[in-house]
C-alpha cells in the first residue's frame, strides 16, 4: 500500500497511534515576516494556481515557494526534496512518493536523517491528506531511528496550497491542530 492509500483511521488502528486534537498547535512560535519579494510572488501566484486548479499547479505554484521560502529563513541549514520515493519498511507498507519532505540536513544531494516535515499537497479535500501525511510521519520517525538520528518530534501538513492544516507526531501520540491556515 502507498502513503496516499492509508487512511487517517487506518494509520492510528495499525501503528496504535493515539489521536490529541489541538487548537492552534503551534501557537508559541513567533511569526516570521517573509520577504517582501516572496509576498508579491506568493500573492500572483496564488491566483495563478486557483485558477488552474489542479494539484500539480498547487504543488509547483504555492507549496514549492513556500518550503523555499522557509529555506531560505533558515540559511539554508535545512533541505528540501519532492516528489521522491520514501519507501521506508516495506512489510508495514510504508511506501511511495511524497511530495515534499523537509530534512534538518544542509545536504541537498542526498536525503539525510533528520526528516522533520513532510508535507502532502492536495487538490481540494485537506481531510483527504491526513492519513496519507500521517503514514508518512510515522516513516519518517522509522528512517530517523535507523539512522540513529531521533528527534523527538516529526511534523507535517496537508494543503491545498490555499489552506493548510497542520499535524506534529511525538512518539506514538499524533496531534492535529483543528485551526486551518489559510495562505494570506
Given at each position: 500500500?502507498?502513503?496516499?492509500?492509508?487512511?487517517?483511521?487506518?494509520?492510528?488502528?495499525?501503528?496504535?497511534?493515539?489521536?490529541?486534537?489541538?487548537?492552534?498547535?503551534?501557537?508559541?512560535?513567533?511569526?516570521?515576516?517573509?520577504?517582501?519579494?516572496?509576498?508579491?510572488?506568493?500573492?500572483?501566484?496564488?491566483?495563478?494556481?486557483?485558477?488552474?486548479?489542479?494539484?500539480?499547479?498547487?504543488?509547483?505554484?504555492?507549496?514549492?515557494?513556500?518550503?523555499?521560502?522557509?529555506?531560505?529563513?533558515?540559511?539554508?541549514?535545512?533541505?528540501?526534496?519532492?516528489?521522491?520515493d520514501f519507501s521506508v519498511d516495506v512489510d508495514s507498507e510504508l511506501t511511495g512518493v511524497c511530495d515534499f519532505l523537509v530534512s534538518l540536513s544542509p545536504v541537498q544531494h542526498l536525503l539525510q536523517a533528520p526528516v522533520m516535515?513532510?508535507?502532502?499537497?492536495?487538490?481540494?479535500?485537506?481531510?483527504?491528506?491526513?492519513?496519507?501525511?500521517?503514514?508518512?510521519?510515522?516513516?519518517?520517525?522509522?528512517?530517523?531511528?535507523?539512522?540513529?538520528?531521533?528527534?523527538?518530534?516529526?511534523?507535517?501538513?496537508?494543503?491545498?496550497?490555499?489552506?493548510?492544516?497542520?499535524?506534529?507526531?511525538?512518539?506514538?501520540?499524533?496531534?492535529?491542530?483543528?485551526?486551518?491556515?489559510?495562505?494570506?
Amino acid at each position: 500500500m502507498a502513503y496516499s492509500s492509508f487512511t487517517l483511521d487506518a494509520v492510528v488502528t495499525t501503528f496504535q497511534l493515539e489521536i490529541t486534537e489541538s487548537a492552534n498547535l503551534f501557537a508559541e512560535v513567533v511569526p516570521v515576516a517573509p520577504r517582501s519579494r516572496f509576498t508579491a510572488d506568493l500573492a500572483r501566484n496564488v491566483q495563478l494556481a486557483s485558477a488552474t486548479n489542479t494539484e500539480k499547479a498547487k504543488s509547483e505554484l504555492i507549496v514549492a515557494p513556500v518550503l523555499v521560502e522557509l529555506r531560505e529563513h533558515a540559511d539554508r541549514r535545512i533541505s528540501l526534496f519532492s516528489g521522491i520515493d520514501f519507501s521506508v519498511d516495506v512489510d508495514s507498507e510504508l511506501t511511495g512518493v511524497c511530495d515534499f519532505l523537509v530534512s534538518l540536513s544542509p545536504v541537498q544531494h542526498l536525503l539525510q536523517a533528520p526528516v522533520m516535515a513532510l508535507v502532502g499537497a492536495k487538490k481540494d479535500a485537506l481531510t483527504l491528506g491526513l492519513g496519507q501525511c500521517a503514514a508518512e510521519m510515522v516513516a519518517a520517525q522509522r528512517f530517523n531511528a535507523e539512522k540513529g538520528n531521533d528527534i523527538s518530534w516529526v511534523y507535517g501538513a496537508t494543503t491545498t496550497g490555499v489552506d493548510w492544516k497542520f499535524l506534529k507526531l511525538a512518539a506514538r501520540c499524533l496531534h492535529i491542530d483543528m485551526e486551518l491556515y489559510p495562505i494570506r
